[in-house]
């Protein structure tokens, strides 16, 4: 089946900074999505991506769905100490097809 | 109004008892699923149930058993509980099949001692 590599596993910055993360997968995907998950709560979606290159924004956060259609990235700017979280993306070979996860971006931000 | 609810949110229990963890959802959704988080945090599917079918059952042990009474409610049964099965288990819900994003409830830590 397809797998998903989603980097960096793990992020400490200080606020203010900007953020990237992106994730892979080994077979073409037709939707991407991104979810954020704060501690003790299940994951909220952030942003969906439908269209290969894509590029689509939610405040500070810009979500982009890669052209080869077999990688997203997820950029926030300017973060603040309620950015941190697990971020997870999540892809779909078809529609309707079932989805897979990333291993998902453990972020941190210091004030 | 939480969109999916799970019951309870924590459960801490021994070796070789049953519980079940309950879940609603009032999105009128036709799809529900159960997830299973690891301690490394990575979101593996368990079972999905479409208009209270099952459609998806992925290599669980026999001893989970989901159970779907109707389309907004999928409830998860486990029989004989083992160390191993201390992990965060989500429901979540989708409008027709994986035609949608999930939307997820906030979690039920299970703790196996």
């Known amino acids: 089946g397809q797998q998903l590599n989603q980097s960096p596993q793990s992020m400490f910055i200080q606020e203010g900074e900007d953020v990237s993360m992106n994730c892979t997968s080994s077979?073409?995907?037709?939707?991407w999505l991104w979810y954020k998950q704060d501690p003790g709560e299940g994951p909220v979606l952030l942003i969906a991506l439908y269209k290969a290159g894509e590029l689509t924004s939610n405040g500070r956060l810009t979500a982009q769905f890669g052209i080869t259609r077999k990688d997203s990235f997820l950029n926030i700017s300017a973060s603040i100490p309620s950015d941190v979280g697990i971020y997870f993306c999540a892809g779909q070979e078809t529609s309707g097809s079932r989805l897979t996860f990333g291993e998902g971006t453990q972020l941190t931000v210091n004030p | 109004d939480t969109a999916v609810s799970q019951t309870p949110k924590y459960l801490v229990t021994q070796m070789g008892n049953d519980k079940s963890i309950k879940c609603e959802q009032n999105l009128g959704h036709d799809t529900m699923y159960w997830y299973k988080q690891d301690s490394k945090k990575f979101l593996k599917i368990m079972f999905s149930?479409?208009?209270?079918?099952?459609?998806i059952n992925e290599t669980v042990p026999n001893r989970f058993s989901p159970k779907s009474p109707d389309k907004a409610h999928l409830n998860l049964h486990i029989n004989s509980l083992e160390l191993g099965d201390s992990a965060v288990y989500f429901c979540?819900?989708?409008?027709?099949?994986?035609?949608?994003?999930?939307?997820f409830g906030n979690g039920t830590r299970l703790t196996v001692t």
């Open positions: 077979s073409i995907f037709n939707t």
């Open positions: 979540a819900s989708s409008q027709d099949g994986f035609l949608g994003p999930l939307h």
């Open positions: 149930y479409n208009n209270k079918e099952l459609i």
